[in-house]
C-alpha cells in the first residue's frame, strides 16, 4: 500500500472543500418552482381599498406625476426619484 504525503492530503482536502461548499452555494441559490433564478416576479398593483379619500396610504402624502406620458401617482419619497429622472410634477 502506497503512502500519501501529507501536502497531497491537504492539496486533496482543499479541492474537496472548495468543490463541497460551490455545490452547497449552487444547490441554496436555486428556488425551485418560481420560475428563473434572478427573475423577480411580477407585482400586484395595490388595490384601491388601501388609499383613502385624502390621498394617503399609511400616513405617507401621495404625489401625481407624468411618467413617460402617464400620470401616476407615488408616494413623496419615491417622488424625489422620478424627479432626478426626469418626470415631471402634475398630470400630464
Known amino acids: ?8 492530503r491537504a492539496v486533496l482536502a482543499s479541492v474537496l472543500t ?4 460551490l ?3 449552487a444547490f441554496a441559490g436555486a428556488s425551485p418552482g418560481k420560475g ?12 384601491t381599498a388601501q388609499y383613502g379619500p385624502s390621498g394617503k ?3 405617507k402624502t401621495k404625489v401625481t406625476l407624468c ?3 402617464k400620470t401616476i401617482t407615488v408616494g413623496k419619497p419615491a417622488a424625489k426619484a422620478h ?3 426626469g418626470d415631471k410634477l402634475g398630470p400630464c
Do not use: C, D, I
Open 1 to 8: 500500500m502506497s503512502r500519501v504525503s501529507r501536502y497531497t
Open 18 to 21: 472548495v468543490v463541497l461548499v
Open 23 to 25: 455545490a452547497v452555494a
Open 36 to 47: 428563473k433564478p434572478g427573475k423577480p416576479g411580477k407585482k400586484k398593483a395595490p388595490s
Open 57 to 59: 396610504q399609511y400616513g
Open 67 to 69: 411618467h413617460k406620458g
Open 83 to 85: 424627479l432626478r429622472h
